[in-house]
């Protein structure tokens, strides 16, 4: 697998869209903290640790859903291994006027836009919640 973080990425979407309760896929810091992130932004419900039948750690992700419609509408990956985009704190780019959220890997670890901003750090653009 060359990007990580898109199949992260692209396994929430597809379960939000098929309406699943959770979705599991293979653990990794960089997974657990974005899962975090969207946990404490309320676009999820519960993250947690499990392991899977060949002993594998896992990020078990439960969905969040008001009146049978996923509360994640839109999930986009900024950065890619192809191409790097990185971005100075003032130029951090809103998503949908404030609505959606932009998740930044920084010196001091992953960080919504809003954190960023007030902290002035910039780095690399993970992805976009919408």
């Known amino acids: 697998m060359t990007d990580p973080i898109s199949d992260f990425l692209t396994r929430l979407r597809n379960?939000?869209?098929a309406?699943?309760?959770?979705c599991a896929m293979p653990h990794s810091q960089m997974k657990e903290s974005l899962a975090n992130i969207l946990?404490?932004?309320g676009?999820?419900?519960n993250v947690t640790n499990g392991v899977d039948e060949r002993g594998h750690k896992t990020v078990v992700v439960t969905m969040k859903y008001v009146d049978s419609a996923p509360v994640i509408t839109?999930?986009?990956r900024s950065s890619t291994p192809g191409r790097r985009m990185y971005s100075g704190y003032s130029e951090i780019p809103r998503v949908?006027?404030?609505l959606g959220i932009s998740i930044i890997?920084?010196?001091k670890g992953l960080m919504k836009d809003q954190d960023a901003r007030r902290n002035?750090?910039?780095g690399e653009l993970v992805c976009t919640v919408w």
Do not use: D, Q, Y
């Open 74 to 76: 839109g999930l986009k």
């Open 105 to 107: 890997s920084t010196s």
């Open 120 to 122: 002035k750090l910039g």
């Open 43 to 45: 676009f999820i419900r």
């Open 96 to 98: 949908l006027n404030g």
């Open 39 to 41: 946990k404490a932004e």
């Open 19 to 22: 309406g699943l309760a959770e």
């Open 15 to 17: 379960a939000s869209k």
